[in-house]
């Protein structure tokens, strides 16, 4: 049973870069099997490569950039002294 449920981390971390260890303990818990937080850290420390896993800005921007849109609001005066508010959208 041990070495099921170690096989079962390792192959989970391998294939779920961005799952932490409670992630995959609930995945596990979901299957039936009982296996501790610290024992799935344990496991993946020499599956996981050292790189970041996450997204980075760049990627994240590149993948929404159709979707991503600025606003600006500002307020100036005019040549009498009054206030004149302007927006300003840029998609």
Same mark, same amino acid.
């Given at each position: 049973?041990?070495?099921? *449920?170690? +096989?079962?981390? &390792?192959?989970?971390?391998?294939?779920?870069?961005?799952?932490? #260890?409670?992630?995959? $303990?609930?995945?596990?818990?979901?299957?039936?099997?009982?296996?501790?937080?610290?024992?799935?850290? *344990?496991? +993946?420390?020499? &599956?996981?490569?050292?790189?970041?896993?996450?997204?980075?800005? #760049?990627?994240?921007? $590149?993948?929404?950039?159709?979707?991503?849109?600025?606003?600006?609001?500002?307020?100036?005066?005019?040549?009498?002294?009054?206030? &004149?508010?302007?927006?300003?959208?840029?998609?």
């Amino acid at each position: 049973m041990a070495l099921i *449920k170690r +096989m079962a981390a &390792v192959q989970a971390a391998r294939e779920n870069t961005t799952w932490g #260890a409670e992630r995959i $303990r609930g995945e596990l818990n979901k299957l039936g099997i009982e296996v501790s937080k610290s024992s799935i850290q *344990k496991d +993946m420390k020499g &599956v996981r490569e050292r790189c970041s896993s996450k997204q980075t800005w #760049a990627t994240f921007l $590149r993948n929404h950039a159709s979707e991503i849109w600025a606003c600006d609001f500002l307020q100036i005066y005019h040549l009498f002294f009054r206030t &004149v508010f302007v927006e300003v959208v840029d998609t």
